[in-house]
Nanobody, 128 residues
C-alpha cells in the first residue's frame, strides 16, 4: 500500500502562484511514475503534469509554461509549482503514483488509469 498526502492548496488571486506538494509513503519501487491531476466541479478529472523516475516531465497543453513538476526520489515527494494562475485553474488537485506499468510514453502519463494510488486532493481556488 502507498499513501499520498497533498498540501499547499488555497485561495489565490488570478496571476498569483502556488506550490503544491505530495508526500508518498509505503512500499515504493524504482521506476514508478508520479502525476498531478485536477477536477473542477462538474468536470472529469484531467491530467495536469507527470514525471518519470528519471525526471522526464509531461504537461497538459493548457498548463505548459505555467506549471512545473519536480520530485525528490530520496524523499518520495513530488511538487507542482504553479505560476500565472487563472480562474479556470480552480479545481481539486490530486497527486497520483503509478507502479504497475511501463511508464515510457507520454500517453501512459495522461491516462488516469495508469496510476495505482491517489491522494485525497487539495483545493485550489483562483479568484478573478
Amino acid at each position: 500500500q502507498v499513501q499520498l498526502v497533498e498540501s499547499g492548496g488555497g485561495l489565490v488571486q488570478a496571476g498569483g502562484s502556488l506550490r503544491l506538494s505530495c508526500a508518498a509513503s509505503g512500499r515504493m519501487f524504482n521506476n514508478y511514475a508520479m502525476g498531478w491531476f485536477r477536477q473542477a466541479p462538474g468536470k472529469e478529472r484531467e491530467f495536469v503534469a507527470g514525471i518519470s523516475w528519471s525526471g522526464t516531465t509531461y504537461y497538459a497543453d493548457s498548463v505548459k509554461g505555467r506549471f512545473t513538476i519536480s520530485k525528490d526520489n530520496a524523499k518520495n515527494t513530488v511538487s507542482l509549482q504553479i505560476h500565472s494562475l487563472k480562474p479556470e485553474d480552480t479545481a481539486v488537485y490530486y497527486c497520483a503514483v503509478g507502479l504497475s506499468r511501463r511508464y515510457d510514453s507520454s500517453s501512459t502519463y495522461y491516462d488516469r488509469r495508469s496510476y495505482d494510488y491517489w491522494g485525497q486532493g487539495t483545493q485550489v481556488t483562483v479568484s478573478s
